[in-house]
């Protein structure tokens, strides 16, 4: 039977308790952690799904020391923020000759933090399974429980030769308490198939757990698929894109660690037909929507800032249509006159 702190918990939104800005500036605020906001504020300027993640590199961890712990310390440190998923970097602390099983040493580790703390974790091991060795990512929720492991598609030839096994071609989306994510790892991030099949899915949010940080890489396919990407990489930066690819912040010299709050009620579209209809929805709801234009692109992105409005309400009362859902309409459309 599940806790009262446990219920509560998954209410993560009174929780959280995040300020009207925080995306766009890359920068976090939370009651818990000093900061108050008035009753009018608390109901115009959060959305219904906001989570807060947190991407932590191992950056200037001894190696020589045991490394869970010091994750875990590493951890601690955000701890005051209650994080709703925390991700970690590539098989940040095994190799296919130390391949665990899962639950494991590692994993029970971070099981114990995330029943604790009350967050999902992305635990990645190098895990053996039915006799094989895979490079994956597990997935621990607010109870500790393993929910779920995404095996890494495309190992490289080193990774191969070392005992690695290739994941299932398609990979899977997982359900939190506050919308779909998608998981992949490292060298996965050249095959754009991958991040297709995940949109095409319903991810809202890709974590992508590797051992360098990739650049230009993860922020075109973040415009390009319009979901966030959260980037885990051994060394700094660990890096957190918009679906934009907009960069919303990033770790650093003095912090190891990257920590945003993700609007899940947020719609990315051609400005095309939508002109009037932005228009319609700034006048009636004014501040429980926040509207940006990307002037060069002719994108519009629309986000609820009121816990008591969706995006599912303003698609359906002003008939927007996704930048997704567009380009797929208009490819129908033309294969119906190509001769």
């Avoid at 875990?72 to 923020?81: F, G, N, Q, S």
């Avoid at 114990?112 to 999902?120: D, E, G, I, M, R």
Wanted: some cysteine.
């Amino acid at each position: 039977m599940k806790n009262k702190n446990s219920l509560s918990r998954r209410n993560f939104l009174t929780k959280s308790a995040l300020s009207a800005g925080a995306v766009g500036l890359g920068l976090v605020q939370v009651q818990g952690a000093g900061l108050k906001s008035t009753e009018k504020e608390s109901s115009e300027c959060r959305s219904p799904r906001e989570p807060l993640v947190l991407s932590v590199t191992i950056e200037k961890i001894d190696k020589n020391r045991n490394i869970p712990e010091q994750m875990i310390e590493r951890m601690l440190v955000t701890a005051t923020y209650k994080p709703d998923l925390i991700c970690l970097p590539e098989a940040f602390s095994t190799t296919p000759e130390t391949a665990e099983t899962v639950p494991g040493p590692t994993v029970n580790i971070f099981s114990n933090y995330a029943k604790k703390h009350q967050c999902y974790v992305i635990c990645p091991i190098h895990a053996r399974k039915n006799g094989k060795i895979y490079n994956t990512a597990v997935l621990i929720d607010r109870e500790g429980k393993v929910i779920g492991m995404y095996d890494k598609i495309y190992p490289t030839e080193g990774e191969i030769d070392a005992g690695v096994t290739p994941g299932n071609l398609t990979p899977p989306v997982f359900k939190t308490d506050f919308g779909t994510i998608g998981i992949l790892i490292c060298f996965d991030v050249n095959w754009i198939d991958a991040w297709r099949k995940l949109k095409e899915q319903g991810a809202e949010i890709i974590f992508w757990t590797a051992a360098y940080p990739a650049g230009r890489m993860l922020p075109s396919y973040a415009w390009m698929f319009q979901y966030y990407v959260v980037g885990c990489s051994r060394r700094d930066p660990a890096l957190i894109y918009d679906m934009s690819g907009d960069l919303i912040t990033s770790s650093g010299t003095y912090e190891h660690w990257a920590l945003a709050s993700l609007n899940l009620e947020k719609i990315f579209c051609e400005i095309d037909f939508h002109v009037k209809k932005v228009k319609q929805i700034r006048k009636k709801y004014g501040r429980k929507v926040r509207i940006v234009y990307y002037n060069n692109e002719d994108w519009v992105t629309i986000e609820s800032r009121s816990s008591d409005l969706t995006i599912k309400q303003l698609i359906d009362e002003f008939g927007l249509v996704s930048h997704h859902d567009y380009i797929n309409r208009a490819e129908a459309y033309q294969n119906k006159y190509r001769k």
